[in-house]
């Protein structure tokens, strides 16, 4: 019913940036709202952005000042921009939509920060 491709992860030196795209397709008018979780080896899945429908945003505390999320609505999507990464933030990031009934998620997309 509704799908989302991710992009744009890859390995960067601590300190840079990376720019993660999720395109949603499918029954949008159904999104409520969409963001990105991610996951690291022994982690729990946690909540990294959000951005609603209206547009207000939402942000992990351990991100705030650094990521950026917004979206597209002419393109059906969501980007994260992340700045002055850390390795703390290497995880599988998803990109997440909630809709009126359920939420569904992409299939991750690795992001890896070095030191």
């Known amino acids: 019913q509704v799908q989302l491709v991710e992009s744009g992860g890859g390995l960067v030196q601590a300190g840079g940036s990376l720019r993660l795209s999720c395109a949603a397709s499918g029954s949008i008018f159904s999104i409520n709202a969409m963001g990105w979780d991610r996951q690291a080896p022994g982690k729990q899945r946690e909540l990294v952005a959000s951005?609603?429908?209206?547009?207000?945003?939402n942000y992990a505390d351990s991100v705030k000042g650094r990521f950026t999320i917004s979206r597209d609505n002419a393109k059906n999507t969501v980007y994260l921009q992340m700045n002055s990464l850390k390795p703390e933030d290497t995880a599988v990031y998803y990109c997440?939509?909630?809709?009126?009934?359920?939420?569904?998620w992409g299939q991750g997309t690795q992001v890896t920060v070095s030191s």
């Open positions: 951005i609603t429908s209206g547009g207000r945003s």
């Open positions: 997440t939509a909630n809709l009126v009934s359920r939420a569904v």
